[in-house]
């Protein structure tokens, strides 16, 4: 589908990594599709393609908010213009599975997310405390944010 986009671009583009790892994917995510993981590098590797492709990293202490360094090595090939690091919310659904006080608390999304942008030489853009989520760029000299 994200061939198919190419074309006809997007706004923005946001591709969820839930994981540095294939072990920790299978974990987090429990795929129907054995190789699931290997179609999100797929994915990943296209967003060069796209004018505001965004990786968001959705964390959750205990099952994939550990080794940023390794998210930094999976990242540091990968074409995209913002990475967004973000708590993940026991809402919906995931309340049967995650409990609150498990949630990353906002200072915690922050120094996850300064350990990521020194190994990748990324920039901080923004933060949201309420949302527990920090926005950072690779280069933010062409980056304009309607906020």
């Known amino acids: 589908m994200l061939l198919k986009l190419i074309k006809q671009q997007p706004t923005q583009l946001y591709i969820t990594l839930p994981a540095y790892n294939e072990k920790v994917y299978k974990k987090v995510c429990n795929p129907l599709m054995e190789s699931g993981w290997w179609q999100l590098q797929k994915s990943l590797r296209l967003l060069k393609h796209f004018n505001r492709g965004t990786i968001r990293l959705t964390l959750y202490k205990g099952i994939n908010m550990e080794n940023a360094k390794e998210y930094s090595k999976l990242l540091k090939n990968i074409g995209f213009k913002f990475l967004e690091v973000k708590a993940a919310f026991p ?7 995650l409990k609150y006080e498990d949630m990353p608390k906002h200072d915690e999304i922050k120094n996850f997310a300064k350990e990521i942008k020194e190994n990748l030489d990324l920039e901080f853009i923004d933060e949201k405390k309420e949302s527990r989520v920090v926005l950072l760029a690779k280069d933010n ?3 304009t944010l309607d906020l």
Do not use: E, L, N, T
């Open 91 to 97: 809402v919906g659904y995931a309340r049967h599975r």
């Open 141 to 143: 000299k062409s980056i």
